[in-house]
Nanobody, 126 residues
Framework: QVQLVESGGGLVQAGGSLRLSCAAS????????MGWFRRTPEKEREFVAA????????IYTDSVKGRFTVSRDNAKNTVYLQMNSLKPEATATYYC???????????????????WGQGTQVTVSS
């Protein structure tokens, strides 16, 4: 069973930056697709970004392209989400998730991910 632990959330002013980290244990990190999702009162689980297995490619939701960057360190079993130029609408609880064998067309689908972290709160003030 894969365990995921997020960190790095906090309170930041609009225009600021945060870097989220997600440390994985108990699984085969290198071959896992690692995703970032967020939850707000309006949206149960919104896809934000993903890093495909072996870091072969990264995918982003349109609203964060050019501002957020997902990366992974396979030696440390850790995936990161660098968030720049943050906007108040980014306020949410952010979750990392992992899954095996997720095809590209399904990478935004939360049901494809088997393991989830506990979440970390990001609050962006205006």
């Amino acid at each position: 069973q894969v365990q995921l632990v997020e960190s790095g959330g906090g309170l930041v002013q609009a225009g600021g930056s945060l870097r989220l980290s997600c440390a994985a244990s108990g699984g085969t990190f290198r071959t896992s697709t690692m995703g970032w999702f967020r939850r707000t009162p309006e949206k149960e689980r919104e896809f934000v970004a993903a890093s495909r297995a072996r870091g072969s490619s990264t995918i982003y939701t349109d609203s964060v392209k050019g501002r957020f960057t997902v990366s992974r360190d396979n030696a440390k079993n850790t995936v990161y989400l660098q968030m720049n130029s943050l906007k108040p609408e980014a306020t949410a609880t952010y979750y990392c998730a992992s899954g095996e064998g997720i095809i590209l067309s399904s990478i935004r689908d939360a049901t494809q991910y088997r393991s989830w972290g506990q979440g970390t709160q990001v609050t962006v003030s205006s």
